[in-house]
């Protein structure tokens, strides 16, 4: 059954630390992975990963892939209190839909 | 250049009753998914609509169904509403067919509570 796990499911940082949200998935004809923050109601598209070991990176937002053990990890650094939010992985398992994680809600406190 | 339009926002409905939400994509394209999102499921694939025509069907029961137009705007019906029904009703709309890439935009979503 094509599945998505991510961890933890909530996390409370302070502002200024440095977050890594985890995101693994069952191999069946994977094809890509993607993350995408959700704020209020709209997910927000981050990164899409396809390639194995190359990282994704937008300003203080970073991910990786591992496709040899399966999971993928979206980094924050110097967290601010924008980054609130839900953060979702999604993947293709070659099935012409996405299937998600339940998601990880991430708090940062001031 | 507009962004997904799901309306309505909110909505309140009684168990038993039918309801009809609707999707209009961004100009221009011409796929529309919808997924339902829960506190304790995360997003479910409910269906995706491409030019008129439903391409793709998760695992939901037959109560969900939709619909799509020419001008790509996109409808989905649930009837005899249950309580575990209460959700995000999301959409996303794509210049393409298929699982959403890059180009993929969501709507704000319409939230549906059945009492």
């Known amino acids: 059954e094509d599945k998505v796990v991510q961890s933890p499911l909530s996390l409370v940082v302070h502002e200024g630390d440095t977050v890594t949200l985890n995101c693994s998935y069952e191999v069946t004809n994977f094809r890509s992975l993607l993350w995408y923050k959700q704020e209020k109601k709209a997910p927000t598209f981050l990164f899409m990963l396809?390639?194995?070991?190359i990282e994704k990176k937008s300003g203080r937002l970073s991910s990786i892939l591992d496709k040899k053990e399966l999971f993928s990890i979206l980094n924050i650094t110097a967290t601010q209190t924008g980054d609130s939010a839900i953060y979702l992985c999604?993947?293709?398992?070659?099935?012409?839909?996405?299937?998600f994680g339940t998601g990880t809600r991430l708090t940062i406190i001031p | 250049k507009a962004g997904v339009t799901q309306t309505p926002r909110y909505l309140i409905k009684t168990r038993g009753q039918q309801v009809t939400l609707s999707c209009s994509p961004i100009?221009?394209?011409?796929?529309v998914s919808w997924y339902q999102q829960t506190p304790g499921q995360g997003l479910q694939f409910l269906f995706e609509y491409f030019s008129e025509t439903q391409r793709n069907k998760g695992n939901f029961p037959g109560r969900f169904s939709g619909r799509q137009f020419s001008n790509s705007r996109s409808e989905m019906n649930v009837s005899t509403l249950e309580l575990g029904d209460s959700a995000l009703y999301l959409c996303?709309?794509?210049?393409?067919?298929?699982?959403?890439?890059?180009?993929?935009?969501f709507g704000q979503g319409t939230r549906l509570t059945v009492v």
């Open positions: 999604a993947a293709d398992f070659g099935n012409e839909k996405l299937t």
């Open positions: 100009s221009g394209h011409r796929s």
């Open positions: 396809t390639s194995s070991g």
């Open positions: 996303a709309s794509s210049p393409s067919a298929g699982p959403l890439g890059t180009e993929a935009f």
